[in-house]
C-alpha cells in the first residue's frame, strides 16, 4: 500500500483545459479527481473549521440510501455533536493526518487507514488536535432495525488491522477487506475495502440489489458501468444505482484500491396497492 489519495483542493488555472471525464446517467454516476476544487466545497452546522465536498446523497429514482462526505478538518476544528439525526449511522475512514474520535466516553486516535463503525445513538465527538488537516471519510446512513436484531456496537479497526481474504477462484489477485462480519444480520450496510492486484478481473457483469459508492483510494483501472468502459483512477467517484451492470479490469501497474459501500441484510420495502392502508 503506497497511501490514501486525498484531495488537494484549490482551483485549476484558467489556462487549463474544461473538457473532463465528469458523467451522470441514470444508471451511475462519476465524479474524478479534477472535480474536487473549492468551489464545490460545503460546510456543515456544528462543525469548526471544517469543509467537505459531499459526493452522494439519497435522490429519488437513483442511488437511495446513503451519503458519502470527503472531509477536511483543520487544525483545532471538528464538532461535538457531529451527527443531527439520532437514526443515522456512520463509517468514519480516516485518508490523511489523525483524528481524535470518542464513541460513548471511549476515545480513540486514528490515523491513515483508521475505520470507524458509529450506530445509531451513539454519543460521539471527533477533534484534529494536531497542526495539518485531517481528512476523512464519512458514510451516513439511515438504519434499518429488522425484528430480533439490535443495531451493532460501535468499534474501530484499521485497514492495517484486518487482512484481505481472496475471492474464491482468483489466485489472489482480487480481494477484500471486510471491517464488519458479512454474516452479522445487525448490520445494514457494509463499507468495505476492495484490492485488485495488477492484471486482475472482475470477470462478469456484476448485476445487483445493493447500490454502490466506490471511491478510489490507490491506483487505476477500466470499469464498467452499466453498458459503458470508463478509465478511473486513485480520487475518482462512481456511483451506482441497484442493478446498474458492472465489472472491472486493473489495468495499472501497481494494485487497485476502493472504498466500497454496499446496502445489505434487509427485505425489499414493498409498495402497492394497500401499502399505506393495513
Not at 465528469?22 to 474536487?36: E, M, Q, R, S
Not at 469543509?51 to 451519503?67: D, H, K, N, Q, V
Not at 482480487?174 to 457494509?190: E, G, K, N, Q, V
Not at 470499469?223 to 441497484?242: H, S, T
Request: aromatic content about 12%.
Amino acid at each position: 500500500m503506497t497511501g490514501y489519495y486525498t484531495p488537494p483542493g484549490g482551483l485549476p488555472p484558467q489556462t487549463a483545459l474544461m473538457t473532463g471525464r465528469a458523467v451522470f446517467t441514470d444508471a451511475y454516476c462519476v465524479i474524478p479527481k479534477g472535480c474536487f476544487s473549492d468551489i464545490v466545497t460545503s460546510n456543515l452546522p456544528g462543525w469548526k473549521n471544517t469543509r467537505l465536498w459531499l459526493i452522494a446523497r439519497p435522490m429519488s429514482g437513483f442511488s437511495e440510501t446513503f451519503s458519502q462526505y470527503v472531509m477536511e478538518v483543520g487544525p483545532g476544528g471538528g464538532a461535538d455533536l457531529p451527527e443531527p439525526d439520532p437514526v443515522a449511522e456512520g463509517v468514519i475512514f480516516v485518508t490523511g493526518g489523525e483524528i481524535w474520535l470518542s464513541l460513548d466516553g471511549k476515545e480513540h486516535e486514528l490515523g491513515a487507514g483508521g475505520y470507524a463503525y458509529i450506530p445509531p445513538g451513539c454519543d460521539w465527538r471527533l477533534h484534529n488536535g494536531s497542526d495539518h488537516p485531517a481528512r476523512f471519510h464519512w458514510i451516513r446512513k439511515l438504519y434499518e432495525y429488522a425484528p430480533g436484531l439490535t443495531a451493532p456496537a460501535a468499534f474501530v479497526t484499521s485497514d492495517q488491522e484486518v487482512k484481505p481474504i481472496a475471492m474464491p477462484d482468483t489466485e489472489g489477485r482480487w480481494a477484500t477487506t471486510r471491517f464488519a462480519d458479512p454474516d452479522d444480520l445487525r448490520h445494514d450496510m457494509h463499507v468495505n475495502i476492495v484490492t485488485f492486484q495488477p492484471g486482475g478481473v472482475i470477470p462478469f457483469e456484476e448485476t445487483h440489489v445493493m447500490e454502490h459508492g466506490l471511491y478510489v483510494l490507490e491506483g487505476k483501472a477500466v470499469y464498467k458501468l452499466n453498458q459503458d468502459w470508463v478509465e478511473v483512477e486513485a480520487g475518482d467517484f462512481m456511483w451506482l444505482r441497484a442493478y446498474c451492470p458492472q465489472a472491472c479490469y486493473a489495468a495499472g501497474p501497481g494494485p487497485f484500491r476502493y472504498l466500497l459501500y454496499k446496502d445489505v441484510n434487509r427485505h425489499a420495502k414493498l409498495r402497492g396497492p394497500g401499502a399505506f392502508g393495513r
